[in-house]
């Protein structure tokens, strides 16, 4: 934070000398965006972390199943789609925030909740479905790794939906307030980010993965 | 970089501390082009694997590669509307960093557990002995 040091106080006045002498408010949430970016950019290592590990174990398939046999593109094509549509409507609801039409924000918000709620059945369905042919995490270091590093981003979908829902109630409560808009653009951020993740997730487990 | 940094300065300070939640945001016209950008992007790599035009697997990985990058890029600018201004350029210095970290991780441990594997090669003589 820049701090005005050029003016010290003039010898003789009463008043009590402050370095900071240029009047200026810090109104609550002024540094929120740079600090949830700072939070995201960490969430970031995390994710590069797990695609180091997929990257090291992603062909150990100790005689195990290969992504050839266990991935269906067509799904995962189906799954981005939903991720990417899921983007596109909360950027509408962020544009109906910025005209403060907040029957189209809560609209706009049920339609990213709903794609980003089938994302998530979308991608459950196919654990479930790895699970059942047993190939489980526990089959190979290569499932180990699939399974932490697209797990870890369901994760983080499944709590982007439960701030999405927690953020229309509080919108249709108390409306377009201004400490309701910095956490629409909180999860804005947030949901593009997990948007971007993804992209790394389909290219590299998904497309690239099939063609070992 | 840095200048940017600085022309983006004066400016913010005009406008007050109040500003610092306006993050830029995005125009109608903006998330379409990247959301059409995007489902390009996403259609390439996915009908080139599915459909197996190219012969060649190493040239299909390099495009797949390349497009997830650009893509990746695409949605820096129009979802996350990152640019040199925001926050007076501490994001962008903040992606950068976390950038370079991400690439000497990532970089680095595949370089040594490549060579790792290479050489834990079980009855694979050292040329060199031991």
């Not at chain 1, 046999?69 to 509408?92: C, H």
């Not at chain 1, 399974?147 to 981003?153: D, E, I, P």
């Not at chain 2, 390009?40 to 797949?64: E, K, R, Y």
Request: charged share 10%; glycine share 10%.
């Amino acid at each position: 934070m820049a701090t005005t040091m050029t003016e010290t106080t003039p010898p003789g006045t009463e008043a009590p000398a402050f370095w900071d002498l240029d009047p200026h408010e810090h109104p609550p949430g002024a540094s929120t965006m740079l600090g949830f970016w700072l939070y995201l950019m960490s969430d970031c290592l995390i994710f590069a972390m797990l695609f180091a590990a997929w990257g090291v174990y992603g062909a150990a398939y100790a005689g195990g199943p290969t992504p050839k046999e266990l991935f269906d593109l067509k799904l995962v094509a189906v799954n981005t789609a939903m991720l990417l549509l899921s983007s596109i409507t909360y950027g509408f609801a962020m544009i109906s925030s910025d005209e403060k039409r907040q029957g189209a924000v809560l609209g706009w918000l049920a339609a990213t909740g709903l794609f980003g709620a089938a994302f998530l059945a979308i991608e459950l369905y196919e654990f479930s479905h790895l699970l059942h042919e047993g190939a489980g995490p526990q089959r190979s270091a290569f499932l180990s790794a699939f399974f932490t590093l697209v797990g870890t981003h369901g994760l983080h979908v499944t709590f982007g939906l439960i701030w999405l829902v927690t953020l229309m109630v509080q919108v249709a409560r108390r409306g377009l307030e201004p400490a309701n808009l910095r956490r629409l653009q909180c999860l804005s951020l947030f949901w593009h980010f997990l948007d971007v993740i993804w992209i790394g997730v389909f290219t590299f487990v998904y497309l690239l993965g099939v063609m070992r | 970089m840095s200048a940017d940094t600085h022309a983006a300065g004066p400016g913010h300070d005009a406008h007050g501390h109040g500003d610092h939640g306006g993050a830029p945001h995005g125009t109608r016209r903006s998330y379409l082009t990247g959301f059409g950008l995007s489902v390009l992007l996403t259609a390439i790599p996915f009908a080139l694997v599915m459909g197996n035009f190219i012969a060649n697997t190493q040239v299909v990985i390099g495009i797949c590669m390349a497009l997830a990058l650009v893509q990746i890029v695409v949605h820096m600018i129009y979802f996350l509307h990152m640019n040199s201004k925001s926050e007076s350029g501490w994001t962008l210095m903040a992606l950068i960093f976390t950038i370079i970290i991400v690439v000497i991780a990532l970089a680095g441990t595949l370089w040594v557990m490549f060579h790792m594997n290479l050489n834990m090669m079980p009855g694979m003589e050292m040329p060199g002995g031991m």
